[in-house]
């Protein structure tokens, strides 16, 4: 096999890698990150998804779908308000774009 294998430099923003203007892409990368804290805090929790989704104010078949990453479900600002229920400290740093 002489192909040789091309390797792009990634925008730290895989959802901007992958074709989504800066707005969506920005918007996506924070929900995404909101998501997961989420369900580290679900791993840790040591409760059942029902009891988690209790916890966090959803039904259990909403909290399964955050779970599975289904983002399109959820809004940042759902994500924000789900986080704090969860007794996460959401914070906004904003600064000047690079």
């Keep these: 096999m002489s192909d040789k294998l091309k390797i792009a430099r990634g925008s730290g923003n895989v959802f901007r890698d992958i074709g989504f203007n800066d707005d969506e892409a920005e918007n996506l ?7 997961m804290r ?5 791993e840790n929790s040591g409760m059942t998804q029902a009891q988690a989704a209790k916890a966090v104010g959803l039904t259990t078949p909403r909290f399964n779908a955050l ?6 479900l959820f809004s940042l600002d ?8 969860a007794g996460l ?4 740093l904003v ?4």
Excluded: C, P, W
Excluded at 89 to 92: A, G, Q, T
Excluded at 95 to 98: E, F, N, S, T, V
């Design 29 to 35: 990368r924070l929900r995404s990150e909101l998501m």
């Design 38 to 42: 989420i369900e580290v805090f679900y």
């Design 67 to 72: 779970l599975k990453g289904k983002i399109t």
């Design 78 to 85: 759902a994500l924000v308000n789900i986080a704090t229920r």
């Design 89 to 92: 400290r959401v914070s906004l």
């Design 95 to 98: 600064k000047k774009a690079a």
